[in-house]
């Protein structure tokens, strides 16, 4: 089983930055993570995903150039760093975790389906 944790959200003006942090822990054979985020009324949508093997990442086209995703393996940790941010940003940032192989992930990373455990979530609200 496989607990992650999210932190590092708030609130924030237009054009500030904030970085998101996921810690996992438990027995995990993980093969890649994610950020999803949903906001109210809305689906929930992968915003970024890293490949936990080689380091390989995806960014949906609303966040490239904005957001980066990154892994410290010493400290199970995912970080989502999060640049110039909008008040479109604002939602309920969750961290995901996948085991299925990393052909999955490269096909599909933004596909819920493809997400074994999630987290409980950390809000992230821009003002404009």
């Known amino acids: 089983q496989v607990h992650l944790e999210e932190s590092g959200g708030g609130s924030v003006q237009a054009g500030g930055s904030l970085r998101l942090s996921c810690a996992a822990s438990?027995?995990?054979?993980?093969?890649?993570m994610a950020w999803f985020r949903q906001a109210p009324g809305q689906e929930r949508e992968g915003v970024a995903g890293?490949?936990?093997?080689?380091?390989?990442?995806r960014y949906a086209d609303s966040v490239k150039g904005r957001f980066a995703i990154s892994l410290n393996n010493a400290k199970n940790t995912v970080y989502l760093q999060m640049n110039y941010l909008k008040p479109e940003d604002t939602a309920m940032y969750y961290c995901?975790?996948?085991?299925?192989?990393?052909?999955?992930?490269?096909?599909?990373?933004?596909?819920?389906?493809?997400?074994?455990?999630w987290g409980q979530g950390t809000q992230v609200t821009v003002s404009s």
């Open positions: 995901a975790a996948g085991t299925s192989g990393g052909y999955y992930f490269l096909a599909s990373w933004g596909a819920l389906s493809q997400y074994n455990y």
């Open positions: 438990g027995y995990t054979t993980s093969v890649y």
């Open positions: 890293i490949l936990l093997g080689d380091g390989r990442t």
